[in-house]
């Protein structure tokens, strides 16, 4: 472990002392649980089958590029759903409207789910979510739980500093974690400082056509944004983010970029963005409509914070934000009120890169220091208001109260947590109840798969005198943060409802057809349990014979309106499979370019005589 | 669920019957268990930290083509192994090696792995599977979890009977669910009887070079071949499968092919196929040696069944093989010992497609009619030999004796299992204590993540004297089967040695290098917490620049001998991103056609500073 901080021995120090009380502090934390709490931990995460998990977990996929959702308190993984990535399974990537949506791209990392949300808490309606790997973003519906839009951002190089939604989902910030040329042009890296930009994306989202939009981009300073959180309440037209590397490093910025005493919290006031793109106050940058701060002024400022900083939290009250530098012992609570009069008194230190630097002292409410904790990272709250930071060095969450910055409890975790997330722990309301730690080494918790170790996910229970780990899961990788929203919130569809106004659509055996129009063929068919029909009138109503060279277009609907029966379509050696939901009508698109005999065939078990739901493409030789 | 099995009415009848006896049955089994049985199902399924689970269980992904691996009892997913789809998460399908491996393939549907065997024991060393969709087989080491040597089967179509091996992991044999024409050339589908074959390939594997070699093959009458085993002691030389379609339907084989009362058991002698292929007793089709039973008789025969069955079960002395058609409510059990000795007194009712097919009277030792169970299609034994088998329609495992047909215990599960999976139960020496049904349809079970739902595991306690679900949770698409191991037996490697041999590997800072020959462009670097070092003489040692249009390799070490300190290395927006593990070393290579300036990160968090573990490369344009 010496290796993590090679240039912070001082830190080092710090750590082996941690190390040695941490030990301490697990047992007295064992036993005052044991004294107090009379169901087991196994009862407590233990969901009898007939009942269900009182929370979803939206947990993010990291670079899997998907998105993975739990049950609380089981920590059962129910889904997956395919974002960033292809999905062979559901065949997302490869039937028409998908494929197109993933526009040829085979990977994404995707960070930092957001849920939509209503005056500061989750509505249940909409997830959001960005990808740092290919810079793009995505909206998942949550009545299907399916991917329905994603767009690339230009001129922006790695969305890591998102999604964070403002609080009625007016907009969705990303700010980027690297920094590069405008448009990634080539410039040399001796051009940094001058060329440049790390860029922030303002996104709306339009909830009727479920498509998303780039409304404005602000050109800030070359440094890593990496976390971000949107004012609520009092502070609701405003916004944090922190950052790394503003000693503008431009190699091996392990060490060169944790040189400087501090880096900054930005703080920026998105109506006020707004307006000055109404103001016309931009440039034109391949098409995007650009702020440059250090021209326009008044909408955003930059507040000292220890170094390197990782998470930026605002408390549900909205009147505070919390952060800490990533190596640093202390977590900095700071006061939207003393923010705001800092700005009101144009109290500043100066400016940095044209923007005005508030003073520390002028914002800064308390600096925070639990004994021998190292590396606090990210802070999430309960139904009191009191705070969760995880500690990825020291290892643990450290409950503490944020209106007097006493430690109220401390538990370990297994291993370096970055992120936490409580019960609805981001919104105006938490839940208290739950918190899960995201570890990001497992090491020795599960049984072995070789070199490759999952990541691990912890829940503590929230709801005794202490904070108690109660179970211990491995985690696909990589989950970087994850939000925790109450199950009776979300309102899904079972069952798609006919749609009239589909042209691909047929819901009766009489209406499939094959259609020839040159060399397109189109197949108009359905599948039930269990066949498929491509055309009812035809000899074997289950094959389709094309010429090679055709391009074909397989519109294939599910008229089994019955919950879980899925079907899916597969043509062997074809490399090819898509799935069809009840009541969904998908279409898969190729060209027959072998020649030869394939059989088709449903993918997804649907009945007693799913084996039997088959058929043919017969591709004639040219 | 009436649809399901249109073309049975009387079945129908006997499943309602079947439902309500169902009820009445469950109150019984909770009661007996909740009387004898002191710990709580969710203490029986928890792993407190600090503990690991007792057994692995590897369970097929399907059409995801992945395999999954969890722990039991906990039933906690522990990881993903990529197999036939690409990764974005670990860059399976990305890293040169890997890439090549899967030759363009996009998708996968893994069917029935099967562990390695010693002496009919799994010997823990490695996982077979196969490929319906794209008709391939791959062999995964178990040292390391990770996939070794993909093949593509040629002159086959789906080898979904698969992967089976015989008792020292000699063979896997692999034969197909879909007839084609060999070679899957162009024939009408009025020539299905006369051109089409179902062809099972024989599959060597060399352990030193860690290679499949397809030994031979054989052409089969065309039709469809379902599930497999081999046989045990005794019956150590022999393996039996089951088919359906015997009445070579080409359409609706929902109807019609559940015409014929009887479909057939395969059962040949394997080394008697051998001797044939030593003899050059084949013809060469396709550059494979194809054995025609037809014209080579002595190896294979055929056993009349049920219609229409799913699972063919060997009983772990290697007596007796169970089988039942799919739709039937019998189980029928065969004697080996019978088998033989109608072959040894060509006891034959006459051949059917030029095999010979035995009496079933002379084979059939009993049929097994537990009251109102339906659909059985798979069977595995516990340590006293006794049989659990899985019934779709019914929805339960039914637990009876072998040796007796006496029905034992029930229990309903939820709902429709395909197969399920007890510890070490289809090898000579089950273990008993638990079974996993793997359930086709979850329904109501879950939070529900709208139309598609998971599919569901449920774990059985085997330990009392009834049989008691004690956990459920979902899965991911889709378990067709699973093996259960004992933990001890598999010996995972932490951290990958160094490789003296590697011409690509860099061990030292002082080694890393970049060498341009022509446009191509060699980087051998390093990964090491927390920085990439792809030259440690240049002025920034974490960028390289290269002209646009170059073909570059990035040769990548990681140096953290650690356990659990992997690295990723992907390139910002040029949709690329691979993995090395711990000690590995790992080639990526791409052409650089977009010019512009493109951040390299590492993708897998592995210490304090990992965000500042980043470099640029830089493309110049042409």
């Not at 120090?13 to 196994?42: E, L, R």
């Not at 209503?118 to 399916?146: C, E, H, I, Q």
């Not at 976390?227 to 490093?249: F, P, R």
């Not at 643990?396 to 997330?421: A, F, M």
Request: aromatic residues 10%; contains cysteine.
């Amino acid at each position: 472990m010496k290796k993590w901080i090679p240039i912070a021995t001082g830190l080092l120090a710090g750590f082996m002392t941690a190390a040695i009380s941490f030990a301490d502090f697990s047992n007295h934390s064992n036993t005052v649980a044991a004294n107090s709490d009379t169901k087991s931990n196994a009862e407590k995460v233990y969901v009898p089958f007939g009942q269900k998990d009182e929370y979803y977990l939206f947990a993010s996929g990291g670079h899997s590029g998907q998105m993975f959702i739990y049950g609380v308190p089981s920590m059962r993984e129910i889904r997956t759903i395919p974002v960033f990535s292809p999905d062979p399974a559901t065949g997302y990537g490869f039937d028409s409207e998908s494929k197109k949506m993933l526009g040829g791209y085979t990977w994404g990392d995707l960070h930092h789910p957001a849920l939509s949300e209503t005056n500061g808490d989750y509505n249940g309606k909409f997830m959001f979510a960005t990808d740092v790997g290919n810079s793009r973003a995505a909206v998942v519906d949550l009545k299907t739980f399916t991917t329905k839009d994603i767009i690339k951002i230009p001129n922006t190089s790695g969305p890591h500093c998102a999604a964070f939604v403002t609080q009625n989902t007016e907009y969705m910030f990303l700010p980027t974690r690297f920094a590069t040329p405008l448009g990634q042009k080539y410039e040399p890296l001796d051009q940094y400082s001058k060329k440049y930009r790390g860029v922030m994306s303002a996104v709306t989202f339009d909830e009727k056509k479920e498509k998303l939009h780039i409304a404005y981009q602000v050109a800030l300073p070359p440094w890593s944004y990496d976390l971000s959180d949107a004012g609520k309440k009092s502070s609701g037209d405003w916004a944090v983010m922190t950052t790394y590397n503003t000693e503008e490093a431009t190699s091996t910025l392990e060490i060169n970029a944790s040189q400087a005493d501090r880096d900054y919290i930005v703080l920026f006031n998105w109506k006020q963005l707004a307006q000055m793109v109404k103001d016309g106050k931009y440039e034109n940058v391949g098409g995007q409509k650009m702020i440059f701060p250090e021209k326009e002024k008044g909408a955003i400022y930059l507040i000292p914070v220890a170094k390197s900083p990782h998470g930026v939290d605002v408390t549900p009250d909205g009147k505070r934000f919390i952060a800490a530098g990533k190596l640093a012992p202390t977590m900095t609570v700071f006061s939207f009120a003393k923010a705001f009069k800092a700005i009101e008194n144009k109290d500043f230190a100066g400016e940095r890169n044209g923007i005005p630097v508030l003073q520390y002292k002028s914002v800064m409410e308390r600096e925070v220091n639990p004994e021998n904790a190292l590396g606090p990272l990210h802070t999430q709250f309960d139904d009191k208001g009191m705070a969760y930071t995880t500690m990825f060095i020291s290892s643990e969450i450290v409950k503490w109260n944020p209106n007097t910055g006493e430690t109220l409890d401390r538990v370990p975790v297994q291993y370096s947590p970055g992120h936490s997330v409580a019960a609805e722990g981001d919104t105006v309301a938490p839940d208290g109840k739950y918190l899960v730690a995201l570890n990001k080494l497992s090491k020795d918790s599960y049984l072995s798969v070789g070199p490759s170790h999952p990541e691990s996910m912890q829940l503590i229970d929230l709801s005794g005198k202490k904070m108690k780990v109660i179970q211990s899961v491995p985690a696909n990788p990589e989950p970087h943060y994850a939000q925790m929203i109450k199950a009776d919130k979300i309102k899904t569809i079972n069952v798609y409802p006919k749609d009239p106004n589909n042209p691909d659509a047929v819901y009766k055996q009489k209406d499939t057809r094959i259609v020839r129009k040159g060399n397109e063929v189109h197949v108009y068919g359905i599948a039930m349990r269990s066949r498929f029909i491509f055309d009812h009138s035809a000899k074997r109503p289950d094959s389709v014979e094309v010429n090679q060279g055709d391009k074909v277009f397989f519109h294939l609907t599910n008229i089994d309106f019955d919950e879980d029966i899925t079907h899916g379509f597969a043509i062997n050696n074809y490399n090819l499979n898509m799935e069809v939901q009840p009541g969904q009508t998908n279409t898969i698109e190729f060209t027959a370019d072998k020649a030869g005999t394939y059989p088709i065939y449903c993918t997804n078990f649907c009945s007693a005589l799913h084996q039997e739901m088959t058929g043919y493409l017969l591709v004639k030789p040219k």
